[in-house]
C-alpha cells in the first residue's frame, strides 16, 4: 500500500528527480506504476558528466525523461550552470518552470536530499516508515552540515497516514 502511494506521489508530481548514483545503485524506472495512470511522470536524472549509458532503465523511453547534466559532460542533455560541486538547483528549477514542470518529486540519494534541503528548496517532505529494523545502512540525507540540533531544519507534521503496516508522515517546514 505504501509503495502505492508512493508511485501516486510521482503522478501527482509530474516529474520525479533522481542522481546518478542512484541510477546506478536502484535501476529505478521512476515511472508510476499503479491502474489508470495515462500520462507518466517526467524522469530527471542529475548526471553531472554526463556518464550514464543510455541501457539504463529510465532512459528506456516508456516515460519522459531529461538527463541534466554540467557543461562538457560525455553524453548530452539539458546543460544546466554548476554552483560548487553540485548544480545551481535554484537556477535549475527555474529551467523546469521554464519547461512547465511546476512540481518536482526528489527521491534522490542522500547527496541529492542534502543538496535540496541546503539549498532551501524542500517545501514538503513525505517520510515513510514500516516496522521494521534493518541496523546498519545508508544515511538518507547527507552533507547538510548540521552539527547541533539548533542548526536543524524543522518541520511541523501536516499529516500521518496509514499503508497497511506502514506510515506516511506528511511534513511542511515550519516557517
Known sequence: AARRRGHALRAECGAVLVGRRTVLADE???????????????RIILDRN???????????????????????????????AMKGDGFDLPLLLSQFYDQGITSLLVEGGPSTLG????????????????PKVLGDGIDWIRGMNVS???????????????H????????????
Open 28 to 42: 529505478p524506472l521512476l515511472t508510476a506504476r499503479i491502474p489508470g495512470i495515462a500520462n507518466q511522470p517526467t
Open 50 to 80: 554526463g556518464q550514464l549509458s543510455d541501457t539504463h532503465r529510465v532512459f528506456d523511453g516508456s516515460a519522459p525523461t531529461i538527463r541534466v547534466v554540467g557543461p562538457g559532460a560525455i553524453h548530452g542533455g539539458l546543460t544546466a
Open 115 to 130: 543538496a535540496f534541503f541546503s539549498a532551501g528548496l524542500v517545501d514538503r517532505l513525505h517520510l515513510f516508515l514500516a
Open 148 to 162: 547541533t540540533l539548533a542548526q536543524a531544519p524543522e518541520f511541523k507534521i501536516l499529516q500521518v497516514r496509514r
Open 164 to 175: 497497511g503496516p506502514d506510515i506516511e508522515l506528511i511534513l511542511d517546514p515550519a516557517d
